[in-house]
């Protein structure tokens, strides 16, 4: 059976999510679509890739998803299919997948060209309906991905879906702040592993031009209540939490407020 996920920006009154899944069933009925969400923020990229990348690794092996944040449908940006070690991604060349496909190691990406595999009438304001869901379709029907168009090297990368690493040092920026105020970065625990950072040791934030030290830990619980701390969280990111407390109201941040960790304290 194939699983192809949806995630979009369009809200769950409109009508577009149910025509995207009547395309993809039209061309492949057997098609197990699961939505991810249809609540993101209207037109906030950064916020589709850390959902999208949150959720897709949970997912079977040979997964499809479609994601549909695309505040630039219609101009010059491109279409595009990433194939990764597990999972395929269908979606607007404009950062959205990347996030997602860096974590699940991207193997090849191609521009979705060839007009076998969208409808017959494209329109200029939809092309999460008459692109990319019969490309996630006819992708889950066994075509290649090299059969939908060429493979580019070009593709957007936006700034939130890799930290700078240097000397023991991340450079890197707030992803997400949930409900519980924890500071969600875009430091993944694979970037932390490679530098063999242990639990109980010290690091040094800078955020906004404020100084702290914190200790890594496992749980929340690894400091007393209201303290501050950093650990990895259920989304495999560092976070910047207080335990029991709101880190955000603390630290007085928001999403894209740039950090720097430093992991070389003891």
Same mark, same amino acid.
């Given at each position: ?19 995207? +899944? ?7 009925? $057997? ?6 969400? @249809? ?6 990229? $950064? ?35 990433? $194939? ?25 990406? @191609?521009?979705? /060209? ?11 304001? =939809? @092309? ?33 879906? +890799? ?48 100084? /702290?030290?914190?200790? =890594? ?17 259920? @989304? ?28 070389? $304290?003891?």
């Amino acid at each position: 059976m194939s699983i192809i996920t949806l995630l979009s920006d369009f809200g769950l009154k409109d009508p577009y999510v149910a025509e995207m +899944k009547a395309v993809i069933l039209s061309i492949h009925p $057997q098609a197990c679509i699961v939505d991810i969400s @249809h609540e993101i923020e209207k037109f906030n990229i $950064q916020m589709g890739a850390f959902v999208l990348a949150s959720a897709t690794s949970y997912f079977p092996e040979g997964t499809i998803h479609v994601a549909v944040v695309d505040p630039g449908v219609g101009t010059k940006r491109r279409q595009i299919l990433v $194939q990764t070690k597990r999972a395929f991604y269908v979606g607007p060349d404009n950062g959205v997948l990347m996030l997602a496909a860096e974590k699940g190691g991207i193997r090849h990406v @191609h521009e979705i /060209t060839n007009l076998q595999f969208m409808l017959p009438r494209i329109s200029k304001t =939809f @092309h999460g309906r008459d692109i990319f869901a019969p490309a996630a379709a006819h992708l889950a029907k066994e075509y290649k991905p090299s059969d939908f168009g060429a493979e580019i090297h070009d593709y957007v990368v936006p700034k939130f879906a +890799k930290p700078s690493i240097r000397e023991g040092e991340f450079s890197g920026e707030v992803l997400h702040i949930d409900d519980f105020g924890n500071i969600i970065t875009n430091i993944s625990n694979e970037d932390i592993k490679k530098t063999g950072l242990q639990e109980g040791c010290m690091l040094r934030l800078r955020l906004k031009s404020r100084f /702290t030290k914190l200790r =890594f830990c496992a749980t929340y619980g690894g400091v007393s209540a209201k303290i501050p701390l950093a650990l990895i969280g259920s @989304h495999e990111f560092l976070e910047i939490s207080v335990n029991q407390g709101n880190a955000a109201k603390k630290f007085g941040v928001k999403v894209g407020d740039g950090l720097v960790v430093s992991l070389n $304290q003891r």
